[in-house]
């Protein structure tokens, strides 16, 4: 029941004084740090000050109501560089009976790299249930191919559906797990949520899903909104729609369900796509498995 290593920087992060944490980016291809894992770190570094001197384990109080992270919202400001030292500014914005904010400043050689909200909220029992049902039908996971995955997911990837005027009703679905069993604990799993949130894939711009390597495909701003409670060491489908390409930017959002069809998680995220001129495409690092 472990990590793997190259998930581990996810939750290795310390507290070096009050509301200040340190952490240690891992390696990445193309120079810049994935944005999961600048999401993942700074939202553990969130945890990390609710419950300080704690591990990642979400264990309540007695009595006292658990607090989860509900939502997180960002912007990239700067590349975070990969195999380096980073810090992590929070700063304490909201306690009260039901909820907790926190901004979390990332830092890399003195520039600040990325800002968040993080957003918490105690366990409560609600009045109605309600969500939106995937939309497009899906195979079980083991219908599709493996593909390789950054930080050794498993990845099993399905076709974009069209709807038959140009545009799409899925431009992005897969399904993904850790395969890994991981232990019991709420906090490390919704960290996780957070790293997946980022696995769009080229969903983001579908005329061009197979040319890897020739945009920009950089990250403006990232939106998580964690509705249930998931386990990442199980299935997780993704559905990714992208809903506008315009001025060399692109928006999608991203919903994702669980192996009973539970809405868990929702993403929204702004991306820059400007061409590059006289890029190849590269393969992608999502591609098949031999």
Not at 109 to 132: C, M, N, P, W
Not at 136 to 150: G, I, K, N, S, V
């Amino acid at each position: 029941m472990a990590l793997p290593d190259e998930l581990r920087p996810i939750i290795e992060i310390e507290e070096a004084e009050r509301d200040r944490f340190t952490g240690r980016t891992p390696d990445s291809p193309g120079g810049r740090v994935f944005g999961g894992f600048v999401v993942a770190q700074a939202l553990m570094a969130a945890i990390r000050s609710i419950s300080p001197g704690v591990s990642a384990i979400g264990r309540a109080v007695e009595g006292v109501p658990l607090l989860r992270p509900n939502s997180l919202h960002g912007y990239f400001l700067n590349p975070v560089l990969p195999e380096a030292e980073v810090e992590f500014e929070v700063d304490p914005l909201r306690d009260s009976r039901s909820f907790a904010l926190r901004q979390v400043t990332t830092i890399q050689g003195g520039l600040t790299k990325a800002r968040f909200l993080v957003s918490f909220h105690i366990d409560e029992k609600g009045e109605a249930e309600y969500q939106l049902n995937p939309p497009t039908p899906l195979d079980e996971p083991d219908r599709y191919q493996r593909a390789d995955a950054l930080g050794h997911l498993d990845l099993r990837i399905a076709d974009p559906v069209t709807a038959g005027d140009g545009t799409f009703i899925s431009s992005g679905r897969h399904w993904v797990r850790v395969p890994n069993p991981l232990p019991d604990d709420p906090l490390l799993h919704v960290a996780l949520l957070a790293f997946l949130s980022d696995q769009t894939r080229l969903s983001f711009r579908p005329y061009s899903e197979e040319a890897f390597g020739t945009h920009t495909d950089a990250s403006l701003d990232h939106a998580v909104w964690f509705h249930r409670p998931a386990r990442a060491d199980r299935w997780l489908r993704y559905e990714l729609q992208a809903l506008s390409m315009h001025g060399n930017r692109s928006t999608v959002r991203g919903l994702m369900y669980d192996e009973e069809g539970a809405l868990v998680m929702s993403m929204a995220q702004e991306l820059l796509v400007r061409p590059i001129p006289g890029a190849e495409p590269q393969l992608p690092p999502w591609r098949l498995q031999r």
